[in-house]
């Protein structure tokens, strides 16, 4: 099962039921749109605030009982949420809507104006244009040996019995892989290291300056405000270095950065300085935070569900014969891939998405303004029992075709779809499946005392604090 393969139609894919049972009835106004329902249990003057900052997960998981779209109250601000799978897929495919929004307000002040990430209209098609290439689906056989040897080498770290922290050994082979494939380069070892230290600290920082905007508070000379900035700018200078050693080089190796340093804007003029810098941060943030976070997820699957691991060894073993697993076996490994599908389903990295209404439109049959601002929850979404049987369980046979034709229409879309869509899909489901292998066929895993497996929830959901013990097969 892959997850571009989840596109049957959904029963309710009009997108234009009726609320569900208990939700609030939504009117209709004098163009004969529904009016989306305020969603219940706001406090007086705070709104939904309080509920979204003490337990986004389940607020944004109970919102489907209040209707198919409703209306947030965060302080002066109304947000509309949308909970059905259908309308989630409206939402990203409509012309009407626009990366924007608090959420990139700030991912902007921090990593840049000019990234893919960011932009929107011309720009955007342009970029992506520019990048796409690297992604594309005949590109990523070249990446396999360098996945190959970095899934071996985190393995081959570990020693049996000795407890491992999934943390930062998760970011650490996110940011290996992503810097080695996209930006060839020579000293690409030491400065993916950095990067991976640096990436760490500042994400944590992002997510508390989103979700706590206190401001000026950020600026004092504390050692945590310290510890961010001195990280934002090793982040910037060791982009800069990557950039400045591959144009002294001379070198054009066919991949990311040489079609970024190629790329032409609009008038046949080389893009500038500051957005080829803004691309490399845009395409290695997102990069490394959602492949990290999966790759916890999945060794807390292996731990958990000791069953499906014993399964992804022999399935692997049945192909290899007992080499070590290659980039070319993936597309025989059906249960390996059918795990990572499943961990993606209920622990999505990217648990939440917005975007800004450009005009006055309608979703689904109801109103939305112009400059309205709309959230959804992949994580909700792709815990809906309305789409899934036995919705919370880790299932991965759920993802065999005969089981799979039930899921509805974007109730599996964790790389999202239409022209924001994540750019990297092929590449990120070959890097998870081959990992996921080669851990499981040298491992099996045990929680160690003081692990805590709790959701954290930043700018991607992860365990708290993940410690397992790897034991040899
Ligand atoms: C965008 C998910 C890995 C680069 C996105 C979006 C999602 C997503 C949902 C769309 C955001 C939106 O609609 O607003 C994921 C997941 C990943 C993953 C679940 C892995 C488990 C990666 C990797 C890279 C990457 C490995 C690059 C090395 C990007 C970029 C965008 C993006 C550049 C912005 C695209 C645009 O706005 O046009 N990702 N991603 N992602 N992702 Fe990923």
């Given amino acids: 099962m892959t997850v571009e393969s989840v596109t049957p139609d959904a029963p309710d894919a009009s997108g234009t039921t009726e609320a569900s049972d208990g939700a609030a009835q939504a009117r209709t106004d004098a163009t004969g749109l529904r009016v989306a329902p305020v969603a219940g249990g706001g406090f007086p003057g705070l709104g939904h605030g309080l509920k979204l900052v003490r337990d986004p997960l389940a607020f944004m ?37 626009i990366i924007s929004g608090p959420l990139w307000e700030s991912l902007e002040g921090l990593l840049g104006k000019e990234g893919v990430a960011t932009a929107n209209g011309p720009l955007h098609r342009r970029q992506r244009r520019t990048i ?31 407890p491992v922290d999934c943390t930062s050994e998760s970011f650490r082979i996110a940011v290996r892989v992503a810097a080695r494939c996209l930006l060839r380069g020579q000293y690409m070892d030491e400065r993916a290291e950095r990067l991976c230290v640096a990436l760490a600290t500042v994400f944590r920082g992002m997510y508390r300056r989103m979700v706590v905007p206190l401001g000026p508070l950020y600026k004092l000379p504390l050692p945590a405000n310290r510890e961010f900035n001195r990280a934002l700018a090793d982040l910037h200078r060791v982009v800069d270095e990557i950039v400045a050693e591959r144009r002294a080089s001379g070198q054009k190796p066919d991949d990311l950065l040489t079609a970024l340093l190629e790329a032409k804007d609009d008038n046949g003029d080389p893009i500038g ?14 990069g490394s935070e959602t492949i990290a976070s999966t790759i ?18 022999d399935e692997v073993l049945a192909v290899t014969g007992g080499r070590p697993v290659a980039f070319d076996d993936i597309h025989k490994l059906t249960h390996t891939n059918n795990v990572v599908v499943e961990v993606m389903r209920l622990r999505p990295a990217v648990w939440i998405l917005t975007r800004r209404a450009v005009t006055d439109t309608e979703l689904g049959g109801y109103r939305i303004p112009a400059g309205a601002d709309i959230i959804y929850s992949p ?12 919705n919370l369980e880790f299932d991965p046979d759920r993802w065999l075709p005969e089981r799979a034709k039930d899921v509805p229409k974007f109730a599996m879309s964790p790389f999202s779809v239409g022209n924001r869509k994540c750019p990297s899909d092929h590449f990120s489901m070959a890097q998870l499946s081959l ?21 954290h929830v930043g700018i991607t959901l992860r365990p708290h604090r993940l410690m397992l013990r790897p034991i040899a097969r």
């Fill in 379 to 390: 994580y909700a979404i792709q815990r809906d029992p309305k789409s899934y049987a036995r």
């Fill in 61 to 97: 998981s109970q919102l489907r009982d209040h209707g198919d779209i409703v209306r947030l109250k965060l302080g002066p601000k109304t947000v509309y949420a949308v909970t059905t799978p259908a309308l989630t897929g409206a939402l990203a495919l409509s012309p009407d809507y």
């Fill in 296 to 313: 916890m997820w999945l060794l807390q699957a292996l731990a958990t569900h000791p069953e499906h691991g014993d399964r992804v060894r």
């Fill in 273 to 286: 300085e500051q957005e080829i810098h803004d691309q490399v941060v845009a395409i290695l943030t997102p």
């Fill in 132 to 162: 796409q290439p690297a992604f594309k689906l005949d590109a990523i056989p070249a990446y396999g040996p360098i996945i190959e040897e970095e899934a071996h080498a985190l393995t081959g770290r570990w020693a049996s019995g000795e």
């Fill in 435 to 455: 990992i996921t292998a080669a851990l499981a066929t040298k491992y099996r895993f045990e929680c160690v005392p003081g692990s805590d497996d709790a959701t």
